[in-house]
């Protein structure tokens, strides 16, 4: 689309893309002020017609910890490595609620927003990235609410916490890492729903069994001695060693070999890259599937 001849001068031109690897990643930036709308627009939405309205940030994840405190903790009587049991289960569970909000949330990207993209133009990449902003945000609330937990029991004696400032740096790695991974499994199943509905069914059942394979209910140290033979096996699962990782920065538990820690950073952007090819070139002819 050329008009130069007449004097005119576009500032755009859209142009069908072609082949697998064809990315935009230009206009991605270019409608950067697009996404920070979309992040404003979810996290009205997400607190829209709420009796507590954001209060839920911190409520969800306090309940959720009781809950998992009473019932793995005392009830089950499963070991937290020799730390209070409540900073135990809101360290796994404030990591696990991000990444699993994340990927719950961007993998309906096509579905709920099909009336938006087939009215205007722009990358369609601009949804699951404005996901991901907004539950960062609900993530530093609830990391800082776990703070001020762990403040407050480390300055009692003989609080079982041995913090490692070295590994606590590494606090912004863990969660970006965390992010893309729950952004590259997301728009993989995104894509995937607009051909296959039922799927989408399949997600939240799939994520919450997920939770189960993961150290969020129980430490993996419990894992290494009762079966130290599928230790290896159960450390490819690309969450552990981030969500160990964590605890072993703030808590002080036991932590395993950092080249788990590598591995997981090779799932990870392997994930993210096929999530981002297969998402765009889904985003083609998505209108006339879903």
Not at 32 to 41: A, E, G, P, S
Not at 97 to 121: D, E
Not at 239 to 244: A, F, K, L, S
Not at 275 to 281: K, N
Request: glycine share 6%; charged share 10%; aromatic share 14%.
């Amino acid at each position: 689309m050329d008009n130069t001849n007449r004097g005119e001068r576009w500032d755009m031109v859209i142009r069908p893309r072609k082949g697998w690897f064809d990315i935009d990643i230009k206009g991605l930036v270019h409608y950067r002020d697009l996404i920070l709308l979309m992040f404003k627009r979810n996290f009205n939405l997400l607190y829209k017609q709420t009796i507590l309205g954001p209060a839920w940030i911190v409520i969800q994840p306090l309940l959720t910890t009781v809950v998992f405190t009473v019932v793995f903790g005392n009830l089950a009587g499963l070991p937290t490595d020799g730390v209070p049991k409540f900073l135990f289960y809101m360290a796994g569970n404030v990591m696990w609620h991000f990444f699993s909000q994340c990927l719950l949330t961007t993998s309906n990207t096509f579905v709920n927003n099909s009336q938006l993209f087939g009215k205007v133009y722009f990358p369609r990449l601009v949804m699951p990235f404005s996901t991901v902003l907004t539950e960062m945000v609900n993530f530093a609330v609830q990391f800082v609410l776990f703070l001020v937990f762990l403040i407050i029991t480390a300055a009692k004696p003989d609080s079982g916490i041995h913090a490692n400032w070295q590994l606590i740096l590494l606090t912004p790695l863990l969660l970006l890492q965390l992010g893309v991974l729950a952004l590259g499994f997301g728009i993989i199943i995104s894509a995937l729903t607009t051909k296959y509905r039922d799927l989408a069914m399949l997600v939240t059942f799939g994520v919450h069994l997920w939770m189960y394979a993961t150290p969020v209910t129980y430490s993996t140290s419990m894992i290494a001695d009762s079966y130290p033979q599928l230790l290896g096996l159960y450390m490819l699962n690309p969450i552990t060693p981030i969500i160990e990782l964590f605890r072993a920065a703030y808590l002080g538990v036991p932590r395993y070999s950092y080249g788990y820690n590598l591995l997981s950073v090779v799932v990870t952007a392997a994930v993210f890259l096929i999530g981002v090819v297969l998402f765009s070139h889904t985003e083609r002819t998505f209108m006339d599937t879903v």
